[in-house]
């Protein structure tokens, strides 16, 4: 049966830093645009979303190069099939490429083979595409199987769970699986329509990690953002991109990081060490 443990009072960061940041970037395109009834797409949203692989992603790799930080793009498996170009620069400036689904599928409504194949999938694109499988999944919403089935495919950590503030890791018959959570306050909530203010959303992130960067006196935090290049990537939005990462350098002991890196730390020097005397509950209890 799968375990959640924490370590909390483990956490720290390399060099003594005192607050990680991970940049998520979901790259994905028109996948989630499902048909209308009769069979039809709509044209408007399928395009505007398709914005993120064919424009949006290069001025966001120019602002993380320009800024100096690294990032994670959890990509689905038809961004890369379709765009390798983008996830070729997307390894050359860097950064990650981690998993995020085949077409967005909504992991919840699947069954387990149908989950199972889409990771398989997903995982050998990726791979053909940017030179190295992903260790890193955030699926469109998680299903029971989720976990166990990263776990057999050899995934390093997920990133889903929006209730913990800090990594922790999930246990099952010896395998192992770190979670770097998530907070609600993402480019799609905050941006709630398409004529969403970069203004007030920046008010939100800023507040996110200034609390946290408070707390972060008492003992280190961990800060993750979750974007959207078809969101955060347009004209305006991308000026907030680039002014809560600017923001964020200007605190002393921050630590940009990408989820593997803050993952693996966490594994190999956190929570490896004396696992089975670890606070755990399991999955049924923890949901």
């Known amino acids: 049966m799968v375990q959640e443990t924490h370590y909390n009072d483990r956490i720290v960061w390399p060099q003594g830093n005192r607050i990680a940041v991970t940049l998520t970037f979901d790259f994905q395109g028109g996948e989630d645009v499902r048909p209308l009834p009769g069979g039809k797409i709509n044209h408007e949203k399928y395009t505007q979303a398709e914005y993120g692989p064919n424009t949006a992603i290069w001025r966001i790799l120019r602002i ?6 690294k990032a994670t793009f959890m990509t689905c498996g038809g961004i890369a ?21 085949y077409h967005h599928e909504v992991a919840r409504d699947l069954t387990r083979e149908q989950e199972q194949d889409v990771i398989a999938r997903a995982s050998a694109m990726i791979r053909s595409r940017a030179g190295r499988a992903p260790a890193g ?16 495919q050899g995934y390093l950590w997920n990133s889903n769970s929006f209730s913990h503030d800090l990594p922790f890791l999930w246990e099952n018959d010896g395998r192992v699986l770190v979670e770097l959570p998530r907070q609600p306050f993402g480019d799609g909530r905050t941006y709630d329509d398409d004529a969403g203010d970069p203004e007030r959303t920046l008010v939100v992130w800023k507040g996110m990690f200034d609390e946290l960067y408070e707390e972060s006196k008492r003992a280190p935090s961990y800060v993750p953002f979750q974007f959207h290049p078809y969101i955060s990537g347009r004209p305006g939005r991308a000026r907030a991109l680039r002014a809560i990462i600017r923001h964020m350098k200007a605190a002393e002991g921050v630590w940009f990081a990408t989820g593997s890196e803050v993952a693996r ?3 190999d020097e956190l929570f490896q060490p004396d696992r089975a005397n670890a606070p755990a509950r399991t999955l049924a209890q923890a949901s």
Do not use: F
Not at 64 to 69: F, I, P, Q, T
Not at 81 to 101: L, N, Q, S, T
């Open 137 to 152: 999944w955030r699926s469109c919403t998680q299903s029971p199987n989720s976990i166990e089935l990263l776990m057999a």
């Open 81 to 101: 099939e379709r765009y390798p170009d983008a996830v070729k620069a997307i390894v050359a400036g860097g950064h990650e490429v981690a998993g995020h689904g």
């Open 265 to 267: 730390w966490c594994l």
């Open 64 to 69: 993380l190069s320009e800024e100096g930080v």
